[in-house]
């Protein structure tokens, strides 16, 4: 009775402890993404925005390593230490417990280059931090497929919730990497778009666009002074 007891408790804890690692996780990647080059979070001063995602990804990496040790423990199924570092090296299941394994070393490289940042190089660090973004999606597919519990009722909502979340904070990013045209250009734009157009979509009269120039370049020399 007490083998089954033992047993059941570190079912429900490697499980319980993988879904709590999976949102530490998706927090850690949102808050890398919302994070801009000079380490601040949006409404945050910079010392506030670099120690919530340092202490989020410790959190994470705790109930990661709590995930591994009850996974190993479990006699449910028989899963060698190794197998938790050397990605691929399970025999059970092993493409998907090795994407766990290779989401597992790519956080350790993480946390142990942001410790070591002052030594290493901006430049080395930010190389490594770029596989985060493939490290998310191996430790979400790992959770998907190792086990039926995020397949179905609200932890698959919450799943889903996870991967709309890091999506909206993609966009995000990716709307305000765009950069926007320079006055003189955007001048020209608002000109072009409203000149009167003829038949064939061109402009009627060349002198309108000569006529048109003098002003674009005053509205350049406002959007400059403005």
Not at 137 to 157: C, E, V, W
Not at 211 to 220: I, K
């Amino acid at each position: 009775m007490n083998g089954i007891t033992s047993s059941t408790a570190l079912w429900y804890a490697s499980r319980a402890t993988g879904v709590v690692a999976l949102l530490l996780l998706t927090a850690v990647m949102i808050l890398g993404i919302l994070v801009n080059r000079q380490g601040r979070l949006p409404g945050l001063p910079r010392f506030a925005g670099v120690s919530l995602h340092r202490s989020v990804s410790l959190l994470s990496v705790t109930f990661v390593g709590v995930h591994v040790a009850t996974a190993i423990a479990d006699p449910y199924v028989s899963i060698r230490a190794v197998a938790a570092i050397v990605p691929f090296a399970s025999s059970y299941k092993p493409f998907w417990l090795g994407l766990g394994a290779l989401a597992l070393d790519v956080l350790i490289a993480l946390i142990v280059t942001s410790l070591l940042r002052a030594r290493i190089g901006r430049r080395t660090w930010r190389g490594v931090h770029w596989l985060a973004y493939a490290s998310w999606p191996a430790a979400f597919a790992h959770g998907i497929t190792s086990s039926t519990d995020l397949r179905h009722g609200r932890l698959l909502d919450l799943a889903i919730a996870c991967c709309a979340a890091v999506a909206a904070a993609l966009v995000w990013r990716l709307s305000g990497s765009i950069p926007a045209p320079p006055p003189a250009s955007r001048a020209g734009l608002m000109l072009t778009a409203a000149a009167p157009r003829g038949r064939q979509g061109r402009a009627e009269q060349p002198g309108a666009a000569r006529s048109a120039a003098p002003a674009a370049r005053h509205l350049s020399q406002k959007a400059e002074i403005r």
